[in-house]
C-alpha cells in the first residue's frame, strides 16, 4: 500500500479557508476581489494613523494624503513588479506561458511586499521633495501605519488560499481545497499547512504596538523609526522564508530569492538605525535644532522676512532720498 496516499489524521481543530465564491463579491458587471478590499482596507488604515502622527508634529493632513497620490501608485507597480521578475518569472515569461498577459492580472494575486514598500518609498520621497516636507519625518509618522496595512493586507492572502507554510498537525493548521490550483500536489487531501498569512499579520500586528510605544517613550532619534521598521519586518520575514514558506519562489545559490532580500533588510535596516542615531545625536552635539515637519512653511517664512527687509531698506533709501533734497534745497534757497 502506497502509504503517502492516505489521508493524514485530521486534527481537532483548523482554521478553513473560505471557497472559492467568497474570493469575489459580484454587484452587478463589477466583480471586487476581497484580496483587493483587504489591501485597500489596509491603505485606509495607514491614512488614518499615519495623518493623525504627522500632524502631531506639526504636519497637516493634507499632506499625507498628496504623498499618498504619489506613493501608492509607486508601490502597486513596485509590488506586481517584485513578484513577476523576482519571486516567479517564470510563471509569466517564455515559450510555455499560455497568457502573455497574465503578469497585468493584478486581482489574482500576486504582489511581493518588499517592492511595494521601496518604490512606494520612492514615490513618497519625490512628493516630499515636491511639497517641501521633511522626508524623514514624514517616514517616522508613516511607518507604523505600513505595518499596519501590511497585517491587513495578509488577509488577502487567505482569501486566495496561497502562500502557507509547511504541513503541520497543529490545532491552527490551514484548510486548503485540495482542487485549488495552490494545493501542492505531493501531499495527500487534508493536509493542513502553517497559516503563514495569520504569522506575518500578527507580527506586523506587534511590530505596530512596538513603534507606537517607542515613539510615545520619545526613545527614537530622527529617521530611526523607518529603519527600525526595515529591520523589524526584515527579521520576520526572514525566519518565516526559511523555516515555513513553500510556494513557487527563484532561488539563488539554493536559497529562495526571498531569503536573500529579507536578509538585506535585516542588514540595511540595522546599518540604517545606527547611522540615524549617530547623526542625530551629530546635530545635537553641534546645537542645531531639528527641522520641522514642513520645510516648505520654514522657507516661505525666510522669503517673508527677506521680503520685509527689503521694503524696510526701500522705505529707508526713499527717507534718505528725501532728506537729502531737502536739504539741497535750503541750500539754494540760502544762496540766492
Known sequence: MNLSMQAPSVPLASIP??????????????????????????IAFCLWLGARRWEAIGGEKDDV??????????????????HVLITDPGSYFGPNVADPWAFLKIWEGGIGIMGAVSVGALGAWYACRRYGLNFPAFGDA????????????RWGNWFNQELFGKPTTLPWGLEIDYTSP???KQYPAGTLFHPTFLYESLWNLAGVALLLWLSRKSALKLGQTIWLYV??????RFFIEVFLRIDT?????????HIWTSGLLVVAGLLGFITAGMR?????AAGLEPLP????????SAAAEAEEDSAEQTESSKGDKKSEGTAKDLSDSSIT
Not at 231 to 236: E, F, K, P
Open 280 to 284: 542625530a545625536r551629530a546635530r545635537e
Open 17 to 42: 479557508s473560505p471557497p472559492e465564491s467568497m474570493s469575489v463579491i459580484h454587484i452587478g458587471p463589477l466583480n471586487i476581489h476581497m484580496y483587493a478590499l483587504c489591501i485597500l482596507t489596509g
Open 231 to 236: 529591520l523589524y519586518y526584515g527579521i520576520g
Open 142 to 153: 508613516i511607518m507604523p501605519g505600513i505595518l499596519l496595512a501590511q497585517a491587513f493586507g
Open 182 to 184: 495552490n494545493f501542492p
Open 249 to 257: 519562489s527563484e532561488t539563488f545559490l539554493g536559497l529562495r530569492v
Open 293 to 300: 515637519a514642513r520645510l516648505n512653511s520654514v522657507e516661505a
Open 65 to 82: 494624503y498628496n504623498v499618498a497620490m504619489w506613493a501608492i501608485p509607486a508601490g502597486i507597480l513596485g509590488a506586481r513588479a517584485y
